[in-house]
């Protein structure tokens, strides 16, 4: 199979997180639940994909790195934990769903008011928007790094600088950034960072967390065990305990952390300049072929940051019919549909078709972009 849907998950994955996963579910016990060699190795490999995490995030504390299990988990704890009844919250266009329903759940049962920054026919934002639509009640701005459909980078930092102006709590979802993208928690003014580790960290499903900003508060959503101060009736107040209730997935975290390291040994920037390198080939490749329309803003020629996504359609036909056609006919793997951002195919006008979305990764070849090129070129033709 040829694997273009790393932008959902990367399946390939590297042979050191494989080995560590493997590793630590024959050796670990329960981290932070005793002092037997078990439960230590299961604590050592915790604390230190904590700090590679703080390290690779800009995160001020390794301690404030508080595991979930993906970024959706992540984001519900940052949106249920600070949102309280009659606040006003700023969002955009271009978030998943894993934002958009705490939203909206949020709005149903806290009266929590949203406004979305709308997104243009290329799915980019205006900037001064954020700035228009701050409210007395405002307190939080929680926005996407990069389009999970076009592959767009949002400008976080210009953001971030805006939420601090007015004193907003700013949460950042960077599951399609992290470990693709430099991130600077501090530099970028980012107060919650979300991220995912089975996509551009490389590391297994099961795992990811949020990175608390300095005196950023959020209530636990969950409650329950912690392996300390167990003769309290409520959650332990300190990070990350105060988020992490109930065994961790270290076994997870093992693969997280070797994929930390693995992503650190190559270096995010060499990681994002081969997939932009395979991303380019691949546009190049489809872009002027008759009856296709590629989506986003796609200019190249300046050598803006942005992830390796090209979201296309050939013709009218439907893009569950094409993606099929490329697993079926040619082996190759992609993402169809509405891709779990019902704002953002509003904005780009493609709500019946959908997109077929090719994502890259480190483990792809030039050869596989030349095959999934004439793939498309034949069903176009
Ligand atoms: C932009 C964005 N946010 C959130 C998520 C949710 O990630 P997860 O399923 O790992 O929680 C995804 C996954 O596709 C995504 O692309």
């Not at 909206?104 to 920054?117: I, N, P």
């Not at 992490?244 to 300049?273: K, M, P, Q, R, Y």
């Not at 546009?283 to 072929?289: K, L």
């Not at 992830?307 to 094409?322: E, H, K, P, Q, W």
Request: glycine fraction near 10%; include cysteine.
């Amino acid at each position: 199979m040829i694997y273009l849907d790393n932008a959902a998950t990367t399946m390939k994955k590297p042979d050191c997180v494989v080995e560590a996963v493997a590793r630590a579910l024959t050796t670990m016990g329960n981290a932070s639940r005793g002092a037997h060699s078990g439960s230590l190795a299961a604590s050592r490999v915790d604390l230190a994909c904590r700090q590679k995490a703080a390290r690779l995030f800009g995160c001020w504390r390794p301690d404030h790195v508080c595991f979930a299990s993906n970024s959706t988990e992540a984001l519900n704890i940052a949106l249920m934990g600070i949102l309280n009844e009659g606040d006003h919250a700023i969002s955009t266009d271009l978030e998943h769903n894993s934002v958009l329903r705490p939203l909206y759940r949020l709005q149903a049962e806290r009266g929590l008011q949203v406004d979305f920054v709308p997104a243009d026919r290329l799915g980019m934002i205006d900037y001064d928007d954020f700035e228009r639509l701050i409210k007395p009640n405002t307190r939080l701005i929680v926005a996407n790094h990069a389009s999970n459909v076009t592959g767009n980078l949002v400008d976080v930092a210009r953001i971030g600088k805006i939420a601090h102006e007015h004193d907003l709590i700013f949460v950042v979802d960077a599951s399609q950034t992290a470990g693709c993208v430099p991130i600077d928690m501090q530099a970028m003014g980012i107060d919650v960072l979300c991220f995912t580790g089975h996509k551009g960290l490389y590391g297994p499903q099961g795992t990811g967390g949020l990175c608390v900003g300095k005196g950023v508060e959020i209530r636990p959503w969950k409650v329950g065990g912690t392996g300390v101060q167990s003769y309290s009736k409520a959650q332990p107040a300190d990070y990350p305990t105060r988020l992490e209730a109930g065994t961790l997935n270290s076994h997870g975290l093992a693969g997280l952390s070797a994929a930390f390291d693995f992503v650190e040994d190559i270096g995010v920037t060499a990681i994002s300049h081969h997939e932009r390198i395979l991303m380019q080939r691949f546009y190049e490749g489809v872009h002027n072929v008759d009856g296709v329309k590629v989506y986003g803003d796609i200019t190249l020629e300046d050598g803006r940051e942005r992830t390796a996504i090209v979201s296309i359609n050939i013709r009218d036909y439907d893009s569950g019919a094409v993606s099929d056609a490329l697993a079926e006919g040619y082996g190759i793997a992609t993402r169809p549909g509405a891709h779990c951002a019902p704002r953002m195919h509003q904005a780009l006008g493609t709500v019946d078709q959908g997109v077929v979305r090719f994502s890259f990764s480190y483990f792809n070849t030039a050869a596989e972009v030349d095959a999934a090129i004439a793939a498309v070129r034949e069903i176009a033709g």
